[in-house]
T-cell receptor
Framework: EAGVTQFPSHSVIEKGQTVTLRCDPISGHDNLYWYRRVMGKEIKFLLHFVKESKQDESGMPNNRFLAERTGGTYSTLKVQPAELEDSGVYFC????????????FGEGSRLTVL | ELKVEQNPLFLSMQEGKNYTIYCNYSTTSDRLYWYRQDPGKSLESLFVLLSNGAVKQEGRLMASLDTKARLSTLHITAAVHDLSATYFCAVDATGTASKLTFGTGTRLQVTL
């Protein structure tokens, strides 16, 4: 069974540009999460989808970040325009509908904003 | 706001030795998770602790949860080099596992 996959693994962009990160969850997982780790800091929650609906987006830093989950399958996280402080590793995770809370994480997308 | 503190942040230990990583959190919760991350890899679930007094063991690792003290420990017995990784604890204060608050991580280096 394929795990959570994320693309790209690493993206280097200049300040002001746009980047779109993609996450493919484990097939059949209704729950999809985005987290991010800024250098040297904790891994922080960004948002949670249940199927195609945003359940909780309280962790989204500001309106430069836009997350979507088309048809309840894959998800994208767009940063527009990117700022220096957006640099970090963006993790996607998924879990089945009825879960004890164990999340399955992808390897992350490293974003470097110059 | 829920805060999760891990210590130590960095741990260098010799093979064969025992050690404990501590995870303290600031608000009531009875759901705590331990993850392992190898460099550049995904976070791998190690333990899910869902009640006060829960204890789980897998190989040389044992995790426990004391919800009254708001403390979880990850004990390493007779460390081996393969255990070198970063270990994270994460707390769920929602009760629905929908939003985890992570500790800063403990980078473990096991030397020969």
């Amino acid at each position: 069974e394929a795990g959570v996959t994320q693309f790209p693994s690493h993206s280097v962009i200049e300040k002001g540009q746009t980047v779109t990160l993609r996450c493919d969850p484990i097939s059949g997982h209704d729950n999809l999460y985005w987290y991010r780790r800024v250098m040297g800091k904790e891994i922080k929650f960004l948002l949670h989808f249940v199927k195609e609906s945003k359940q909780d987006e309280s962790g989204m830093p500001n309106n430069r970040f836009l997350a979507e989950r088309t048809g309840g399958t894959y998800s994208t996280l767009k940063v527009q325009p990117a700022e220096l402080e957006d640099s970090g590793v963006y993790f996607c995770a998924s879990s089945p509908r009825d879960t004890a809370g164990e999340l399955f994480f992808g390897e992350g997308s490293r974003l470097t904003v110059l | 706001e829920l805060k999760v503190e891990q210590n130590p942040l960095f741990l260098s230990m010799q093979e064969g030795k025992n050690y404990t990583i501590y995870c303290n959190y600031s608000t009531t919760s009875d759901r705590l998770y331990w993850y392992r991350q190898d460099p550049g890899k995904s976070l791998e679930s190690l333990f899910v602790l869902l009640s006060n007094g829960a204890v789980k063991q897998e190989g040389r690792l044992m995790a426990s949860l004391d919800t009254k003290a708001r403390l979880s420990t990850l004990h390493i017995t007779a460390a081996v080099h393969d255990l070198s990784a970063t270990y994270f604890c994460a707390v769920d204060a929602t009760g629905t596992a929908s939003k985890l608050t992570f500790g800063t991580g403990t980078r473990l280096q096991v030397t020969l």
